[in-house]
C-alpha cells in the first residue's frame, strides 16, 4: 500500500481536534524546500542555516498573509526519527491553523503520510529494528499498567537482548557440530555429545520459560475473567454493580433478575480483569422454565471459563462450598452479602468475607483476596518480554526444532543432519529480527500506528 519512500511526506501527529498546540510533521527529499516557501524564522535565516534540534521561532505567512506563529525545529539526515531530513512544526492547535498549515505543506508538494509510515520509514532507513516497531505498535495499544510496562521494556531492547542470547547458543551448538563434521564418518566419536545435549536442554529451558511468560500475559492482556454466581436474589448484580462503579446490570428485589450473564472491564491496580453477573442458580433439580435453563447454561459456561470464581450467599451455611464442588480446581472467594440484615455482629473470617453490597460495607476485603489469589498468575509477568503474536508464534517453531533435535540425538542421527535443524531453528529465529521484504507484514505492523507517527 505504501511502500514508496521517494515523496516527501506530511501529517499532524497530534491527535485529531482542538488543543493548546498541534504538531505537524514533514519528512523525506523535498521536507527543507517545501517549508521554506512559507516559513520566515524570527533570526532571518534560510532553512538550511538554522541549528538542528533546537527551536525556532517563526512565522508561517501565506504570501503577505500571517497564518501563525510557530516553533519549528528540524533534523538533518540521517539525525531523525525516519532517517531522512525531518521537520516539526508546533503551530496553534485550532483546527484551522492546523488544516491551514498541512494544506500549504501538501500544495507544495508533499503527500498526506499513511498511518505509521514515519515509523515505517524509519526502519527501511535502518533507526529502528523490527522489534522495536512493533514494540512501538504495542505501546499505542497499551491500555493499562500492565501492557504499557511490558511495551516500554522491549522499546528499550530486552526482547533482542534475548534474542541475542538464544543466537549465541546456536552458534555454540554449531560450533560443537562442526569440530564432528571437520572429522571423517568413521570418527564421530569426536563429537561431545554430553556437552552438546546439556547446552541444548539450557537453551530449551530458558525458551520454554520465555514461552510461558508471554502465554501468561496474553491471557492477563485479555483481562483474568472473574464470575459472580449464586443463588437468585442473594445480591450478585448489585456487587457487580458497585465493582464497576456504575449501574450496569438491572437489580430487583424479584428473583431471577438477570437472565443472560453481563461483562465488562474491570481495572484494579493497574491489572485488567473481565467481571461477569450471571443469572442465579435456582436450587430445583429439574428447571422447566426455558429461558432460566438457557441462563443457566450461560452460568455454567462462564463459571467453567473462569479464572477466579466469587461464590455470593446472603446467609452463612455449613457447607459454604457445597454447590460448587465440581469447581473446586478453580481459585474460589465466598462472600456472605446482606451482613446488614444479620442479627447477630459477627466478623469475616478466612473462610468467607462478609459484605453488604447495598451499604458498601466490605468491598476493599474483596479487592484484596482478588489481588492475592491472582499473584500467583501475575508473576509470571516479570518473565514476559515477547512483544506479540508473530514473535511468539517464531519462538515457538525454535523451540519445537530445538525439541526434535534433543529427541533424536538419543537415536545417533549424524552430525549433518544436526547441522540441517540447527539450520532450520536458526532460520525460525532469525524471522524474528530480519529485514522482512514481505510488503504485507510490514502493512500489517505499522498501519496499527497512530497517523504522524
Ligand atoms: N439488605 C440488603 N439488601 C441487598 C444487599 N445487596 C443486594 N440487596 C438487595 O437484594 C435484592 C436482589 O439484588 P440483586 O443484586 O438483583 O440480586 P441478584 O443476585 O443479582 O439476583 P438475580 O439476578 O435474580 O439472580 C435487591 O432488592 C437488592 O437491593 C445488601 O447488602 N443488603
Ligand atoms: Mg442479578
Same mark, same amino acid.
Given at each position: 500500500?505504501?511502500?514508496?519512500?521517494?515523496?516527501?511526506?506530511?501529517?499532524?501527529?497530534?491527535?485529531?481536534?482542538?488543543?493548546?498546540?498541534?504538531?505537524?510533521?514533514?519528512?523525506?527529499?523535498?521536507?527543507?524546500?517545501?517549508?521554506?516557501?512559507?516559513?520566515?524564522?524570527?533570526?532571518?535565516?534560510?532553512?538550511?542555516?538554522?541549528?538542528?534540534?533546537?527551536?525556532?521561532?517563526?512565522?508561517?505567512?501565506?504570501?503577505?498573509?500571517?497564518? #501563525?506563529?510557530?516553533?519549528?525545529?528540524?533534523?538533518?539526515?540521517?539525525?531523525?526519527?525516519?532517517?531522512?531530513?525531518?521537520?516539526?512544526?508546533?503551530?496553534?492547535?485550532?483546527?484551522?491553523?492546523?488544516?491551514?498549515?498541512?494544506?500549504?505543506?501538501?500544495?507544495?508538494?508533499?503527500?498526506?503520510?499513511?498511518?505509521?509510515?514515519?515509523?515505517?520509514?524509519?526502519?527501511?532507513?535502518? !533507526?529502528?529494528?523490527?522489534?522495536?516497531?512493533?514494540?512501538?505498535?504495542?505501546?499505542?495499544?497499551?491500555?493499562?499498567?500492565?501492557?504499557?510496562?511490558?511495551?516500554?521494556?522491549?522499546?528499550?531492547?530486552?526482547?533482542?537482548?534475548?534474542?541475542?542470547?538464544?543466537?549465541?547458543?546456536?552458534?555454540?551448538?554449531?560450533?560443537?557440530?562442526?569440530?564432528?563434521?571437520?572429522?571423517?564418518?568413521?570418527?564421530?566419536?569426536?563429537?561431545?555429545?554430553? !556437552?552438546?545435549?546439556?547446552?541444548?536442554?539450557?537453551?530449551?529451558?530458558?525458551?520454554?520459560?520465555?514461552?510461558?511468560?508471554?502465554?501468561?500475559?496474553?491471557?492477563?492482556?485479555?483481562?483474568?475473567?472473574?464470575?459472580?454466581?449464586?443463588?437468585?436474589?442473594?445480591?450478585?448484580?448489585?456487587?457487580?454493580?458497585?465493582?464497576?462503579?456504575?449501574?450496569?446490570?438491572?437489580?430487583?428485589?424479584?428473583?431471577?433478575?438477570?437472565?443472560?450473564?453481563?461483562?465488562?472491564?474491570?481495572?484494579?491496580?493497574?491489572?485488567?480483569?473481565?467481571?461477569?453477573?450471571?443469572?442465579?442458580?435456582?436450587?430445583?433439580?429439574?428447571?422447566?422454565?426455558?429461558?432460566?435453563?438457557?441462563?443457566?447454561?450461560?452460568?455454567?459456561?462462564?463459571?467453567?471459563?473462569? #479464572?477466579?470464581?466469587?461464590?455470593?450467599?446472603?446467609?452463612?451455611?455449613? #457447607?459454604?462450598?457445597?454447590?460448587?464442588?465440581?469447581?473446586?480446581? !478453580?481459585?474460589?472467594?465466598?462472600?456472605?452479602?446482606?451482613?446488614?440484615?444479620?442479627?447477630?455482629?459477627?466478623?469475616?473470617?478466612?473462610?468467607?468475607?462478609?459484605?453488604?453490597?447495598?451499604?458498601?460495607?466490605?468491598?476493599?476485603?474483596?479487592?484484596?483476596?482478588?489481588?492475592?489469589?491472582?499473584?500467583?498468575?501475575?508473576?509470571? !509477568?516479570?518473565?514476559?518480554?515477547?512483544?506479540?503474536?508473530?514473535?511468539?508464534?517464531?519462538?515457538?517453531?525454535?523451540?519445537?526444532?530445538?525439541?526434535?533435535?534433543?529427541?533424536?540425538?538419543?537415536?545417533?542421527?549424524?552430525?549433518?543432519?544436526?547441522?540441517?535443524?540447527?539450520?532450520?531453528?536458526?532460520?525460525?529465529?532469525?524471522?524474528?529480527?530480519?529485514?522482512?521484504?514481505?510488503?504485507?507484514?510490514?502493512?500489517?505492523?505499522?498501519?496499527?500506528?497512530?497517523?504522524?507517527?
Amino acid at each position: 500500500m505504501f511502500i514508496n519512500n521517494k515523496d516527501t511526506i506530511t501529517a499532524i501527529a497530534t491527535p485529531n481536534g482542538i488543543g493548546a498546540i498541534a504538531i505537524i510533521r514533514i519528512s523525506g527529499k523535498l521536507c527543507f524546500k517545501i517549508v521554506s516557501i512559507f516559513f520566515v524564522s524570527k533570526e532571518n535565516k534560510q532553512i538550511t542555516e538554522l541549528k538542528p534540534k533546537t527551536m525556532h521561532l517563526g512565522l508561517i505567512k501565506q504570501k503577505k498573509k500571517i497564518i #501563525d506563529q510557530v516553533f519549528l525545529c528540524l533534523f538533518k539526515k540521517p539525525f531523525s526519527y525516519t532517517g531522512e531530513d525531518l521537520i516539526e512544526i508546533y503551530c496553534h492547535g485550532t483546527l484551522y491553523i492546523q488544516n491551514k498549515i498541512l494544506k500549504l505543506l501538501i500544495d507544495n508538494g508533499a503527500r498526506l503520510a499513511n498511518p505509521g509510515e514515519f515509523s515505517l520509514r524509519s526502519f527501511q532507513n535502518g !533507526k529502528i529494528d523490527l522489534i522495536k516497531a512493533e514494540s512501538l505498535s504495542e505501546l499505542f495499544k497499551a491500555e493499562d499498567e500492565l501492557a504499557h510496562s511490558l511495551a516500554i521494556k522491549n522499546f528499550n531492547g530486552k526482547f533482542s537482548i534475548f534474542l541475542k542470547e538464544i543466537r549465541q547458543y546456536i552458534i555454540y551448538l554449531n560450533s560443537l557440530i562442526n569440530v564432528a563434521l571437520d572429522f571423517d564418518e568413521d570418527n564421530i566419536s569426536e563429537f561431545n555429545y554430553k !556437552k552438546f545435549r546439556n547446552t541444548l536442554v539450557v537453551l530449551i529451558t530458558k525458551i520454554k520459560r520465555t514461552i510461558l511468560g508471554f502465554q501468561q500475559n496474553n491471557l492477563l492482556k485479555k483481562g483474568y475473567y472473574l464470575v459472580l454466581v449464586g443463588r437468585p436474589n442473594v445480591g450478585k448484580s448489585t456487587l457487580f454493580n458497585l465493582l464497576l462503579k456504575k449501574e450496569r446490570s438491572i437489580v430487583s428485589n424479584l428473583s431471577g433478575t438477570t437472565i443472560n450473564y453481563i461483562e465488562e472491564d474491570y481495572f484494579l491496580k493497574g491489572i485488567k480483569y473481565r467481571i461477569v453477573d450471571t443469572a442465579g442458580i435456582q436450587p430445583t433439580k429439574n428447571p422447566t422454565n426455558k429461558l432460566y435453563i438457557k441462563g443457566i447454561n450461560k452460568t455454567y459456561e462462564t463459571i467453567n471459563s473462569a #479464572d477466579l470464581i466469587l461464590v455470593i450467599k446472603d446467609k452463612i451455611e455449613k #457447607d459454604l462450598e457445597q454447590d460448587f464442588q465440581r469447581y473446586r480446581n !478453580k481459585q474460589i472467594i465466598i462472600i456472605i452479602n446482606k451482613c446488614d440484615l444479620l442479627k447477630k455482629k459477627i466478623i469475616s473470617k478466612n473462610k468467607y468475607i462478609l459484605i453488604s453490597a447495598k451499604y458498601r460495607i466490605g468491598l476493599e476485603r474483596i479487592k484484596k483476596q482478588i489481588k492475592e489469589k491472582m499473584n500467583k498468575r501475575l508473576n509470571y !509477568k516479570k518473565d514476559n518480554i515477547i512483544n506479540n503474536m508473530r514473535n511468539y508464534e517464531c519462538l515457538k517453531k525454535v523451540l519445537l526444532t530445538l525439541i526434535k533435535i534433543k529427541k533424536t540425538i538419543t537415536n545417533y542421527l549424524t552430525p549433518e543432519i544436526l547441522s540441517f535443524l540447527l539450520r532450520e531453528a536458526n532460520y525460525h529465529l532469525g524471522k524474528i529480527t530480519k529485514i522482512v521484504t514481505n510488503d504485507e507484514i510490514l502493512n500489517k505492523i505499522f498501519s496499527t500506528f497512530c497517523l504522524g507517527k
